[in-house]
């Protein structure tokens, strides 16, 4: 395998990174667990003078409860939020889709920081952020911002973080006890697939049977970002999520999807896709909720 | 080229090589492990599945600068033919090696697996444990048999120490 002419250097402290971003001589790029930038330089896209290993940088690794919000550091592995507790039960969808991410191995290497900035359409942790409101935290040498998800992606491996930003925090709403969510990936694989569709959704829910005030559904790869499915968010509220109910929601889907078509698969087949994941996502949660 | 120094398999090594080449590469070709093997170069098919403290990992995937102080574990390191793990009798004991070339990288994704768990996994359990390792030859049956068989023999052996 080539190896990479470039440099590497391990900052030991955020301070010291940001001080490394900040270099205007040279073109510098960040690694955290590599599962997408050591691709990418092997087949040579990527090559900066100097990548920036943060992989070690422990103090952007941590999931903790702020107020009624959960603050996750960019440098939690997916393997993190499948093992806590508090995402388990407070942000249960996004548990549920880093579990999705490729195989154990880069469950342990991947880090929800990485997955949000390589940008793909696919990436399987985002449409969970986006069902969770999200904020993500961006800082460099000179400026903090803190920017909602819906904003942060500008087409497919873009985004709106400047050269000399780096993803520190991400912070999500933590779920009460009325509120349920999931997320459901379609791949070739079981491990190690990218999506070719995936969904997120999280229900706030009522007391009446199957009664649910207010829905969040975001849909991945089926767009050139994350697309929240707001005709079907609103249907959510109008009649109890019965069968028949779920079946006409999912229909409604296949219109507020805007799919290609690539070597994964056809534009019609996402279509058709996107509507079926969301009424098993539906179906599941409904019978979830009925057995609490 | 930059000296970089880790553990290996519970010795403390130093290696020059640029920062940016493959922990794989460092392994096979300045410290003479060829157990990890390379197949896909791209996190696919994990035959060249480490542990990087305790976690399994693809090593096509990290660069060598950035295991600096970390500790890692290959399949010579879970045992070699003069002590075999359980884990690695249980493999020949159920004939789950053919060709042999993504063995090592199931061993290890086994043993950081066998490591986490205390009792006999279910089938299941095993292939979501495994899915990131693949194998050409065996059909996978008998690599799942002897997982659970080595977590049976490890259960019965440690009850016996106790
Ligand atoms: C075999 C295989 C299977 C995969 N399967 C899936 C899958 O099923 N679902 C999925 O969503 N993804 C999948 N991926 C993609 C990848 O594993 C994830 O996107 C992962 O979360 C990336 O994180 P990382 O830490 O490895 O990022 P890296 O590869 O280290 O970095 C990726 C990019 O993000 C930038 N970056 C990293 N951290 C930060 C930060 N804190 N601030 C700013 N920029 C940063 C880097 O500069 C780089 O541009 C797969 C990859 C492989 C190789
Ligand atoms: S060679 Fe590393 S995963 Fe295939
Ligand atoms: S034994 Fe040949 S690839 Fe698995």
């Known amino acids: ?60 690794r941590y999931i903790e409860e702020v107020n009624h919000e959960i603050h996750i550091g960019a440098l939690t592995s997916h393997t993190d939020l499948v093992e806590s507790k508090l995402i388990n039960e407070r942000a249960d969808v996004l548990a549920q889709a880093a579990k999705e991410i490729g195989a154990i191995q880069l469950q342990n290497m991947g880090t929800i920081g990485g997955n949000i900035a390589t940008a793909s359409p696919a990436g399987d942790t985002i449409p969970a952020l986006f069902v969770l409101d999200a904020k993500i935290e961006l800082r460099s040498l000179t400026d903090t911002r803190l920017i909602p998800i819906r904003e942060i992606f500008t087409g497919p491996g873009r985004t709106v973080k400047k050269s000399d930003e780096i ?117 599941r949660l409904m019978k979830r909720w009925e057995e609490q | 080229m930059k000296t970089i ?59 060598v600068g950035q295991v600096e102080n970390e500790t890692v574990i290959t399949a010579e390191g879970v045992g070699l033919a003069q002590n075999m793990d359980v884990l690695q009798q249980a493999f020949i004991d159920e004939g789950a090696t053919q060709c042999g070339y993504c063995t090592p990288g199931f061993i290890v994704s086994a043993k950081s697996f066998l490591n986490q768990i205390e009792h006999v996994p279910t089938e299941e359990e095993v292939k979501t444990a495994l899915g990131g390792n693949l194998c050409r030859c065996t059909g996978y049956t008998k690599i799942i048999k002897a997982v659970q068989s080595a977590a049976k023999l490890s259960i019965t052996q440690q009850g016996v120490k106790n």
């Open chain 2, 5 to 63: 120094r880790f553990t290996v398999n519970g010795n403390e090594v130093a290696v020059s090589s640029p920062p940016t080449k493959p922990l794989l590469d460092v392994l096979r070709e300045e410290l003479d492990l060829t157990g990890s093997k390379e197949c896909c170069g791209k996190g696919e098919c994990g035959s060249c599945t480490v542990m990087i403290n305790g976690s399994s990992v693809c090593s096509c995937l990290v660069l």
């Open chain 1, 167 to 283: 993803i520190t925090k991400i912070i999500i709403r933590s779920q009460d006890e009325d509120e349920i969510g999931i997320f459901e990936k379609l791949g070739p694989r079981k491990a190690q697939s990218i999506s070719i569709v995936n969904v997120a959704i999280s229900l706030k829910m009522g007391e009446k049977p199957r009664e649910c005030l207010e829905g969040k559904i975001a849909f991945g790869s089926v767009a050139p970002t994350i697309i929240r499915a707001t005709k079907c968010e609103y249907m959510l509220k109008l009649n109890p999520l019965f069968d028949d109910v779920i079946h006409d929601i999912a229909s409604a889907a296949w219109k507020e999807v805007m799919p290609i078509s690539d070597v994964r698969a056809s534009a019609k087949y996402r279509r058709n896709m996107a509507s079926s994941l969301l009424e098993r996502g539906l179906y």
């Open chain 1, 1 to 60: 395998m080539k190896v990479s002419e470039a440099t590497l250097v391990s900052p030991s402290t955020l301070d010291e990174c940001l001080l490394l971003l900040n270099d205007q001589k040279h073109s510098v790029q960040l690694l955290a667990g590599g599962t997408d930038a050591v691709v990418r330089m092997k087949e040579g896209v990527w090559n900066p003078d100097t990548w920036i290993n943060i992989k070690n940088l422990d103090a952007l």
